[in-house]
Every structure is written in C-alpha cells, then in structure tokens.
C-alpha cells in the first residue's frame, strides 16, 4: 500500500523559505517519476515541481528559479526547497507521482501560507 506524507508547511512572511518534505513507503521515489503539487483556495490543484526517474527536473513557470525539488533515495524521501516566496504561493501542498499523479496516493497535503 502507497502512502505519502507531506510536511514542514507553516507561516512563512513574503520573500523567505521554508523546505517541504514528502515521506513515501511502497513506493520508491528514486525510480519513480515523483512531484510536488498545489492547490489554492478556489483554483484547480496544479503541478508545480516534478522530477523524473533519470534525475531531470521541471518546474512551472510560476515557480521556475525560486523552488527546488530534490530526493533522498536512502530515506525513500523528497523535498520542495521554497525560496523568496511569494503571496500567489500560498496554497496546500502535496506530493504525488508525476506527471500524471495516482488518484489512490493523494494525502493530506501540507498547509503553506505566505503572509507578512
């Protein structure tokens, strides 16, 4: 069974950082095409970050220079490193396969608000 657990969202005032995390077990991120998804209140969730099974990587163009996404294969984990964030970045964050997520692996999402 496919769980995904995203975390480290939080309160984060314009311009700073803040580093997600994305727990996987039954699944190895490390051969699997993985990204980072969002949804903002009253928008249609979108890809935002993904990462291939070769490594390569891909961002929309909202995110494109300020995120990073990132994985660990010994842990069996990923990252979204959030830089200079931005208003229009607030949103819940989650992690699936990418880029055509499992409708079976969506989790809770993580709750990331930028607010000065």
């Known amino acids: 069974q496919v769980q995904l657990v995203e975390s480290g969202g939080g309160l984060v005032q314009p311009g700073g950082s803040l580093r997600l995390s994305c727990a996987a077990s039954?699944?190895?991120?490390?051969?699997?095409?993985m990204g980072w998804y969002r949804q903002a209140p009253g928008k249609e969730r979108e890809l935002v970050a993904r990462?291939?099974?070769?490594?390569?990587?891909h961002y929309a163009d909202a995110v494109k220079g300020r995120f990073a996404i990132s994985r660990d294969s010994a842990k069996n984990t990923m990252a979204l490193q959030m830089n200079s964030v931005k208003d229009d970045d607030t949103a819940i964050y989650y992690c699936?396969?990418?880029?055509?997520?499992?409708?079976?692996?969506w989790g809770q999402g993580t709750q990331v608000t930028v607010s000065p």
């Open positions: 699936n396969r990418a880029p055509v997520a499992d409708f079976r692996y």
């Open positions: 039954g699944i190895n991120v490390s051969i699997s095409g």
């Open positions: 990462i291939s099974f070769d490594g390569k990587t």
